[in-house]
């Protein structure tokens, strides 16, 4: 009894250590790239998640889960992170259970939940708004309950153990859990399944074999309705993409030398990394040796680990390679050192115990503790950058310097708090939500760029529905133009009238668009012209509410080739002559440039003007043209340097 509390004591520490180790700077690095994904996109309607979620290349699990934690806590950073440290600390006492029941052995079930508090992969990821905090976690339970149901022999292990119905249902809601929180968490799983279904036959029995193949149904059949929505369009986009993936062109055997740097999370010590922890295992191998018992203990952490490597070296030639892919072998990682620190251990103590009794009295601790000792050294003096600096700085998802506050920064000033902001990647979302004040404007999505790109057809719908409610629709595209990015700027100038323009930092377009309330009447200024330039038609309306974006619809015809880009300008003047809102820019804000206008089509180009809030009465608007270069205004052919559309009143 007095072990057992003191061994429940030291997983207790244990954890309370890995959590601590999970928490600094938490509220200190900003938000990276993929948790500003995670941030909006358990930000949206159960419906929209989900769908969301199908396109990407992660099941839903996790942002369920985020989702629920982020309407009982709100938006903020340290606490999204937070609950990524309380999902990675839950696999320390459940590693201490998994290698109980694997080992039969407390000494290595404590060591193993030390070094799953301590590995750094597993406290890098522990604080990050992603779902491989959490994925471990489920892995740790699959194997317990399949263990538990393979369990023989050992009386004093079985006392008070669970049955076997709840060992099964441990078992299936692991492997659905895992599947449903990380489709890499599979490579584990095979791992698993594979080891119970060959003891059981070892063993011949068959009854075991039978409910371990019933759970791997009834997990199955729990992944099902996901994985019969999802997965279909998951391996198309793999598919795709494979076809121009340079990692094609890549042995597999350099993604797995590059899976055992990461594994144990060896970017900044380099080739020491990898060698000190292979040096313990050998170490605790060499002197279990002399005990082929001990030695079988291997086959689960080592098939967890080479099932991982040899998966994740597979897709990454198929789709992409990164660090975080291997989370799910660091429970066996930490298994594995666990065992063999009991081994050195155990051999220290059959050493010191040969020795004659006097010398026994005074050197055996130091005989059994010394090649312990020493190991733990070299392994804290080559980890101590990595687990002291790196594991907290994040930088494996950084390629290029970024500000995450840039997103608000921009919009904040410009906005009100009627208005509604899409953007086109979740990920400046996230950033902006975090950001967002009482005042700011609510946020929506328009999906244009990687990972996820949305049918044309769906974000129309859900910009024309937000059209009914708002007056004023802001677009945040991420790239500018690139890929589909134009087919959205090119709607919105085709549909809205822009009112606002402007280029940020990371090639990030900002773009403010009015509604038309009313109908617009047309103007009796057709025909107006700049020499080779017409105006054939201008509508606007009779009037519009203080603070309203005033929407002006020009058509115009190019009569003659047009050698020189001008710039229409749209004015709103107050009686005395002062402008009061404008918008200047060339055709359909600056997508139709006049030298590319084919003769004779009528190129359609909106504007819209931010009217202040506090102004009431008449305005006069007019329009006209200007050399961008020169600023220079070009006159009409009546010799005019603008020309009146109409009168609105403001009212």
Same mark, same amino acid.
């Given at each position: 009894?007095t ?5 429940s ?9 890995g959590f ?6 938490n509220?200190?690095i900003?938000?990276?790239w993929d948790?500003?994904?995670s ?25 369920l889960l985020?989702?629920?934690?982020q309407r009982?806590?709100g938006y903020?950073l340290f606490?999204?992170r937070y ?12 590693t201490y ?6 080992s ?9 939940? #030390?070094f ?8 890098y ?6 779902m491989?905090?959490?994925?471990p ?5 699959a ?5 538990r ?7 004093r292990?079985?006392r008070g153990?669970i049955?076997d119905?709840q ?7 692991g492997?659905?859990g ?9 490579w584990?799983?095979?791992a ?6 060959g ?6 029995d068959r009854r075991?074999?039978?409910d371990i193949?019933?759970s791997v ?12 929505f ?6 198309g986009?793999a598919?795709?993409?494979a076809t121009t993936?340079?990692?094609?062109q ?6 797995v030398?590059?899976?055992?740097f $990461?594994?144990?999370?060896a970017?900044?010590?380099?080739i020491?990394?990898p ?5 313990i ?5 060499? =002197? ?30 198929q789709?992409?390679?990164n660090?975080?892919?291997?989370? #799910?072998?660091t429970?066996a ?11 050195i ?10 020795r ?6 005074k050197?055996?601790d130091a ?12 392994l ?14 994040? =930088?494996?998802e950084?390629? $290029? ?6 997103y ?6 410009l906005?009100?708090?009627?208005d509604?902001?899409f ?8 950033f ?23 049918p044309r057809a ?7 529905h ?20 134009? $087919? ?19 090639e ?9 309330r009313?109908?617009?009447l =047309?103007?009796?200024?057709a025909?107006a012209?700049?020499?080779?330039i ?9 009037a519009?509410?203080?603070?309203a ?8 015809r ?9 710039k ?6 107050r ?6 809102a404008?918008h ?5 804000n600056?997508?139709?440039p006049?030298?590319t ?22 305005l006069?608007?007019?329009v006209g043209l200007y050399?961008p270069d020169?600023?220079?205004r070009?006159?009409?052919?009546d ?7 109409a =009168?609105?009143?403001?009212?």
């Amino acid at each position: 009894m007095t072990f057992l509390l003191r061994a429940s004591t030291l997983v207790a520490l244990a954890t309370l250590l890995g959590f601590a180790l999970r928490l600094p700077l938490n509220d200190a690095i900003p938000p990276r790239w993929d948790e500003g994904w995670s941030i909006a996109h358990a930000s949206l309607s159960l419906g929209e998640l989900l769908t969301i979620t199908a396109a990407d290349v992660h099941p839903p699990l996790y942002y369920l889960l985020l989702s629920a934690w982020q309407r009982a806590v709100g938006y903020d950073l340290f606490a999204a992170r937070y609950l990524s440290v309380l999902m990675s600390t839950t696999a320390i006492p459940l590693t201490y259970v998994v290698a109980k029941v694997w080992s039969r052995s407390q000494r290595i079930a404590i060591l193993a939940a #030390c070094f799953m508090a301590w590995m750094p992969l597993a406290v890098y990821y522990g604080a990050v708004v992603r779902m491989y905090a959490l994925a471990p976690s489920f892995v740790l339970l699959a194997a317990y309950g399949a263990h538990r149901r393979l369990e023989i022999g050992d009386r004093r292990l079985r006392r008070g153990a669970i049955s076997d119905l709840q060992s099964l249902i441990i078992l299936a809601v692991g492997l659905a859990g895992a599947m449903l929180t990380l489709y890499h968490a599979v490579w584990a799983l095979v791992a698993i399944v594979i080891y119970a279904l060959g003891h059981a036959g070892l063993w011949r029995d068959r009854r075991a074999a039978c409910d371990i193949a019933l759970s791997v149904g009834a997990a199955v059949l729990i992944f099902a309705p996901w994985g019969l929505f999802a997965v279909p369009q998951f391996l198309g986009r793999a598919a795709a993409e494979a076809t121009t993936n340079i990692g094609q062109q890549i042995p597999m055997s350099y993604f797995v030398r590059q899976g055992v740097f $990461d594994l144990t999370m060896a970017q900044q010590i380099g080739i020491a990394g990898p060698l000190v922890i292979g040096l313990i295992v050998v170490a605790g191998v060499a =002197t279990a040796s002399i005990r082929r018992q001990a030695l079988g203990l291997l086959v689960l952490p080592l098939a967890m680990i080479v099932f991982t490597l040899l998966g994740v070296a597979f897709a990454a030639r198929q789709w992409a390679f990164n660090a975080r892919m291997l989370i #799910c072998a660091t429970p066996a990682l930490a298994m594995l050192l666990g065992w063999s620190f009991d081994q050195i251990l155990a051999a220290g103590a059959r050493n010191a115990g040969r020795r004659p009794q006097a010398a026994k009295r005074k050197t055996h601790d130091a005989i059994r503790y010394a090649p312990s000792i020493l190991l733990s050294l070299a392994l804290l003096a080559v980890y101590w950058p990595t687990s002291t600096s790196f594991v907290y700085a994040k =930088t494996l998802e950084v390629f $290029d310097p970024y500000n995450p506050h840039i997103y608000h920064a921009h919009i904040a000033p410009l906005a009100r708090s009627d208005d509604l902001v899409f953007f086109n990647v979740l990920s400046p979302a996230g950033f902006y939500a975090l950001d967002r004040r009482a005042g700011d404007p609510g946020w929506s999505y328009a999906l244009t760029w990687d990972p996820v790109i949305e049918p044309r057809a769906r974000w129309e719908a859900r910009i024309a529905h937000a059209a009914q409610r708002y007056d004023r629709l802001w677009i945040v595209l991420y790239r500018g133009l690139a890929g589909k990015n134009g $087919d959205l700027r090119g709607w919105m100038d085709s549909n809205f009238y822009p009112a606002h323009a402007q280029w940020g930092e990371e090639e990030v377009f900002y773009g403010l668009y009015g509604v038309a309330r009313d109908d617009l009447l =047309t103007s009796n200024t057709a025909g107006a012209r700049w020499g080779e330039i017409v105006l054939e038609t201008a509508r606007l309306p009779e009037a519009v509410s203080p603070g309203a974006i005033l929407p002006v619809a020009l058509t115009w015809r190019a009569a003659a080739p047009i050698g020189r880009n001008y710039k229409v300008f749209v004015h709103a003047l107050r009686p005395d002559g002062s402008v009061i809102a404008q918008h200047d820019a060339q055709p359909l804000n600056d997508l139709r440039p006049m030298t590319t206008w084919p003769l004779g089509e009528a190129v359609r180009d909106n504007h819209g003007l931010a009217l202040p809030a506090d102004y009431r009465g008449p305005l006069r608007i007019v329009v006209g043209l200007y050399d961008p270069d020169s600023g220079k205004r070009r006159r009409t052919t009546d010799g005019t340097e603008a020309v009146m559309l109409a =009168t609105v009143v403001v009212r």
